[in-house]
């Protein structure tokens, strides 16, 4: 994870939290000449030297200087964490190669991103000799135009997690590494500008993950060649590609990705309900993301959420969000009453599932649950009976204003009393704020307020001298 942190840290020139002041100084401090590389022993016999790291560092801390057999034997000269982040130091070659094996035993993450790499025999030298190497990121390296061979790929056959990204390899380049990999778990080809796919013959049962974002994949057909390629493809991340639309039938997609069990659909160019259907072919499909395609641009937020919760009855996350069983109960309800004007041909299939589960449900009932502040009240004063909308956020002195010009009284021999028809009482009002509590009037004095409640009748307030 660490590694993965590193890799898009590097790519988009953010601040690196897994590297410690030193490194970090000496990343801003180094320069490569821009006329020729530097080669990998190089840089590490710089970067990592006594007085760049002079003191051992706690576990978990920096730098890490290992010991015993598994170290490094020159430790004395150099203290090299099992981490080496070398991005952007204009690294070309490997340099002497029994160095390397004598420093790097106990690397198991290599960042060589933003360099000036172009051969993969260079490339070859360095991961050959370090024997534990998990991890080799070598994003934006020059090697679109570089050979791989079956007998150079030998050299990363313990690599489980390889990052490719805007590396422009060719897609044989991408094959030979999955058949000479025989544990390649995670696979990164993202801003590579792939617009098909070449299928391979020999598939990869080892990868899990394939992140190929940032490309320009419209046709499911070639999407489709992953499914043979990776037969145990647990995670397909293709945000921000132009994939139109899902086009294969429900039998064969279940074929198609037997055990895939999560799939980012960001930013991708489907526009029917359709597409969405068919995700539920996939069997063991349980996260989905789909922001950003066009077919939910024209619903509010919570639309979009609960029409597509309704529709993947087997997801459990959604956009990163877990879906609970309360949030599904509520999405299918609403699913059915949203299309409940529509014409029968016009029906999606999932309704009629959910029609044969919840029925044919009755639209809710439209109430505004919003306090009332406005109502009606009659004012009587003397012989006369005036129906007047009043605020019922005013206090008893606001309104005595108001019913200055109706009774022309001043406000100091104004008093005003609550007349409720049904209890037959009345009630002076005094200067406290009127304040309506539900949908009726009657009365009822406390200590701060009087609370309007109870009858459905117009009240009635008498003004007296």
């Given at each position: 994870m660490s590694a993965l942190l590193d890799n898009i840290c590097d790519f988009w020139s953010l601040p690196n939290p897994n590297l410690d002041d030193g490194e970090a100084m000496w990343e801003g401090a180094m320069d490569p000449p821009e006329d020729e590389g530097r080669t990998f022993m190089e840089v590490i016999s710089e970067k990592y030297s006594p007085e760049n790291f002079p003191y051992r560092r706690g576990p978990g801390v920096g730098v890490v200087v290992p010991m015993g057999p598994q170290g490094s034997p020159m430790k004395d000269r150099l203290n090299l964490p099992s981490i080496l982040v070398l991005n952007g130091c204009g690294i070309s070659r490997a340099g002497d190669e029994a160095e390397i094996s004598a420093f790097c035993a106990h690397v198991v993450e290599l960042d060589l991103s933003n360099n000036k790499l172009q051969d993969w025999h260079e490339i070859s030298?360095?991961?050959?000799?370090i024997p534990n190497l998990d991890f080799l990121n070598l994003s934006s390296n020059p090697l679109s135009e570089s050979p791989l061979d079956a007998?150079?790929?030998?050299?990363f056959v313990r690599v489980r997690r390889l990052v490719l990204n805007n590396t422009h390899v060719s897609w044989e380049t991408v094959h030979t590494f999955t058949r000479e990999i025989p544990e390649l778990e995670e696979l990164f080809l993202c801003l590579n500008e792939y617009e098909a796919v070449t299928h391979s013959a020999v598939p990869c049962p080892s990868l899990r993950l394939l992140h190929i974002?940032?490309?320009n994949l419209q046709d499911w057909g070639e999407v489709r060649k992953f499914g043979a390629m990776f037969p145990c493809l647990d995670t397909l991340v293709m945000a921000n590609n132009s994939l139109a639309s899902i086009q294969d039938s429900g039998d064969a997609l279940h074929r198609l990705f037997p055990k895939l069990r999560s799939i980012n659909l960001h930013n991708s160019g489907l526009n029917r309900w359709e597409d969405i259907e068919k995700l539920n072919c996939f069997p063991m499909l349980e996260e989905v993301r789909l922001l950003g395609i066009p077919l939910l641009q024209t619903y509010t937020n919570s639309e979009?959420?609960?029409?597509?919760?309704?529709?993947?009855?087997s997801v459990s996350v959604?956009?990163?969000?877990k879906v609970t069983d309360e949030e599904r109960e509520d999405a299918e309800r609403f699913f059915i009453r949203y299309h409940l004007d529509r014409p029968e041909e016009e029906l999606p299939y999932r309704y009629h599932c959910l029609v044969t589960k919840y029925g044919k449900l009755a639209p809710l009932a439209d109430i505004d649950l919003r306090p009332r502040c406005r109502a009606k009240v009659e004012v009587r004063y003397e012989d006369r009976v005036e129906v007047l909308s009043i605020r019922?956020?005013?206090t008893v002195a606001e309104l005595k204003k108001q019913l200055r010009t109706v009774v022309q009284l001043s406000t100091n021999n104004m008093r005003l009393y609550y007349i409720d028809k049904e209890m037959e009482t009345?009630?002076?009002l005094r200067y406290f704020q009127i304040t309506l509590v539900s949908?009726?009037?009657?009365?009822?004095?406390?200590q701060k307020c009087v609370s309007l409640e109870g009858s459905t009748s117009t009240p009635q307030w008498e003004i007296r001298c």
């Amino acid at each position: 994870m660490s590694a993965l942190l590193d890799n898009i840290c590097d790519f988009w020139s953010l601040p690196n939290p897994n590297l410690d002041d030193g490194e970090a100084m000496w990343e801003g401090a180094m320069d490569p000449p821009e006329d020729e590389g530097r080669t990998f022993m190089e840089v590490i016999s710089e970067k990592y030297s006594p007085e760049n790291f002079p003191y051992r560092r706690g576990p978990g801390v920096g730098v890490v200087v290992p010991m015993g057999p598994q170290g490094s034997p020159m430790k004395d000269r150099l203290n090299l964490p099992s981490i080496l982040v070398l991005n952007g130091c204009g690294i070309s070659r490997a340099g002497d190669e029994a160095e390397i094996s004598a420093f790097c035993a106990h690397v198991v993450e290599l960042d060589l991103s933003n360099n000036k790499l172009q051969d993969w025999h260079e490339i070859s030298k360095i991961v050959s000799n370090i024997p534990n190497l998990d991890f080799l990121n070598l994003s934006s390296n020059p090697l679109s135009e570089s050979p791989l061979d079956a007998s150079c790929a030998e050299a990363f056959v313990r690599v489980r997690r390889l990052v490719l990204n805007n590396t422009h390899v060719s897609w044989e380049t991408v094959h030979t590494f999955t058949r000479e990999i025989p544990e390649l778990e995670e696979l990164f080809l993202c801003l590579n500008e792939y617009e098909a796919v070449t299928h391979s013959a020999v598939p990869c049962p080892s990868l899990r993950l394939l992140h190929i974002t940032d490309n320009n994949l419209q046709d499911w057909g070639e999407v489709r060649k992953f499914g043979a390629m990776f037969p145990c493809l647990d995670t397909l991340v293709m945000a921000n590609n132009s994939l139109a639309s899902i086009q294969d039938s429900g039998d064969a997609l279940h074929r198609l990705f037997p055990k895939l069990r999560s799939i980012n659909l960001h930013n991708s160019g489907l526009n029917r309900w359709e597409d969405i259907e068919k995700l539920n072919c996939f069997p063991m499909l349980e996260e989905v993301r789909l922001l950003g395609i066009p077919l939910l641009q024209t619903y509010t937020n919570s639309e979009r959420r609960s029409l597509t919760v309704a529709q993947l009855p087997s997801v459990s996350v959604l956009n990163g969000s877990k879906v609970t069983d309360e949030e599904r109960e509520d999405a299918e309800r609403f699913f059915i009453r949203y299309h409940l004007d529509r014409p029968e041909e016009e029906l999606p299939y999932r309704y009629h599932c959910l029609v044969t589960k919840y029925g044919k449900l009755a639209p809710l009932a439209d109430i505004d649950l919003r306090p009332r502040c406005r109502a009606k009240v009659e004012v009587r004063y003397e012989d006369r009976v005036e129906v007047l909308s009043i605020r019922l956020d005013q206090t008893v002195a606001e309104l005595k204003k108001q019913l200055r010009t109706v009774v022309q009284l001043s406000t100091n021999n104004m008093r005003l009393y609550y007349i409720d028809k049904e209890m037959e009482t009345s009630v002076k009002l005094r200067y406290f704020q009127i304040t309506l509590v539900s949908n009726c009037f009657s009365v009822k004095l406390t200590q701060k307020c009087v609370s309007l409640e109870g009858s459905t009748s117009t009240p009635q307030w008498e003004i007296r001298c």
